[in-house]
């Protein structure tokens, strides 16, 4: 059997221990997007950068309402959910062409969530070759833009 080592995860498993706040409704609660990296808000749901991304454009649409469950969504959050990821999906194509899309939540500490306690769906732009050897060997990931370019761009391209 082959091992695939990802030793940058393990700072999302250490966290994942901590219940010291929710790292989204503290963005909220800032009031300072720009700083928080929240690129749009929602009737019921935002969008925010992931500060942690897999390559660049990954951003998560996130309720406004602190749940970790799914099923407790109200029929509006859940369609807004939907409705943004696609928004999401046409300012990314739009800004960056990639060549294809992941969509996902995942929900609970084993199912991989960083943050266990506030749902959110990522949506990553990909593209042929975005992940390779440096991040495994080097423990590095390589990003070709900072996180406040993106934000500019992306908050033009969902206004």
Known sequence: MDYLWTPWRYRYIADAKKDEGCVFCEALAANDDAKTLIVFRGRKN???LNRYPYTSGHVMVVPYVHS???SACDA???AEIMTLAQRSQAALEKTYHPQGYNLGMNLGKAAGAGVTHHLH?????R??????FM???GETRVEPEDLDATYEKLR???A
């Open 121 to 125: 769906m990522h949506v990553l732009p």
């Open 135 to 137: 991040t495994v060997v």
């Open 156 to 158: 033009k391209a969902l």
């Open 68 to 70: 970790a469950d799914l």
């Open 76 to 78: 509006e959050t859940a």
């Open 46 to 48: 935002f969008i925010i």
């Open 127 to 132: 593209w042929s070759g975005d992940s390779n």
